[in-house]
């Protein structure tokens, strides 16, 4: 009799389970839109800022964007069981990027600031003397790792008066045209693995693709609106940002995968976090500063 009514049961049983699996296509196409909409709303504004705004407007956007990226960077650490000081941090990496700015500060100063003050605060803190040595390192470099990168990002438009704009718009392009050559290219073609112990989906051939996505950007670019930038010079910049912004990705992949995690944040839709989104621009935007200013000084180096 019991046997009867088990088996009777299970019909009744299932029933529920019948809408939820109906559901589940609906969550899928709502998380698949979620990053074209996002794209949607933030590449208008994006343009915005870095092409018509004035430069206070986007200072404070890098300001922004490299505070929340230490925030979740920060989060790796505490992932980790490490007590990391994220508003410390944050501080001291916004009067590192002010040194970047004002002419009256220079950056040593913010560095120091930071050498200094972290350490300082772990040892008049109370905590566990056992944590303070991984915790103040996250600080430290977390601080500087955001801060450094993100000032080139600051200098990259600063500096170049007139074709800053266009600078930061042929970064964006091509690093993001190349992650999207090597997404596409790889998931077709890829079969060997680039650094299969960090990031098993990325491939050698996806690498290839997205380096050539990205000398097809960068000709578009310098034929549509960049003319200044020499055709040959912005090719070189292409393969050595796409190369470099590879590099940058899989340093971040490596990061996540220590602390277990899937994204850096869910703070945009279908795009993870800012560090997600980011980690490529800010390591590629020294080695685009540094490229350009060796153009314009006829590859000379000077010290002032």
């Not at 504004?45 to 705004?53: C, E, K, M, S, V």
């Not at 100063?109 to 390192?137: K, N, T």
């Not at 000709?219 to 940058?248: E, K, M, N, Y």
């Not at 994204?263 to 080695?287: E, M, W, Y």
Request: charged residues 15%; proline residues 6%.
């Amino acid at each position: 009799m019991s046997r009867m009514q088990s088996c009777s049961s299970r019909p009744t049983s299932s029933v529920p389970d019948t809408p939820s699996l109906s559901a589940a296509p609906a969550v899928r196409k709502r998380t698949r839109y979620a990053r074209e909409l996002t794209a949607l709303v933030g590449i208008p504004l994006l343009i915005w800022l870095i092409g018509l705004a004035p430069d206070p407007f986007y200072m404070m956007l890098v300001a922004l964007m490299c505070g929340i990226c230490l925030y979740e960077f920060l989060g790796f650490g505490e992932k980790k069981g490490y007590p990391v000081q994220k508003a410390l941090s944050i501080i001291l990496l916004l009067f590192l990027l002010s040194t970047f700015i004002s002419r009256m500060i220079s950056v040593e100063l913010g560095v120091v600031a930071i050498l200094l003050i972290i350490p300082a605060f772990y040892v008049l803190s109370r905590g566990d003397v056992e944590e303070s040595l991984p915790a103040s390192a996250l600080c430290i470099a977390g601080t500087l790792y955001i801060g450094m990168l993100g000032g080139a990002l600051l200098r990259l438009r600063l500096d170049f008066e007139g074709n800053g704009p266009k600078l930061i718009f042929f970064l964006l392009i091509v690093v993001w045209i190349a992650d999207a050559g090597a997404y596409y290219v790889g998931r077709k073609f890829g079969r060997t693995p680039l650094s299969p112990r960090i990031s098993p989906k990325k491939t050698v051939e996806g690498l290839v693709g997205g380096v050539i996505a990205s000398l097809i950007a960068a000709a578009v670019v310098h034929f549509t609106f960049f003319r200044d930038f020499p055709l040959l010079h912005a090719l070189i910049a292409a393969i050595c940002l796409s190369v470099a912004g590879v590099i940058g990705d899989l340093a971040e992949s490596m990061w996540k995968r220590s602390a277990n995690v899937k994204d850096s944040g869910t703070i945009l839709p279908g795009h993870g976090g800012f560090l997600d989104r980011c980690d490529s621009i800010l390591f590629t935007a020294p080695i685009l500063y540094g490229y350009w200013y060796l153009i314009t000084n006829d590859f000379r180096m000077t010290l002032s």
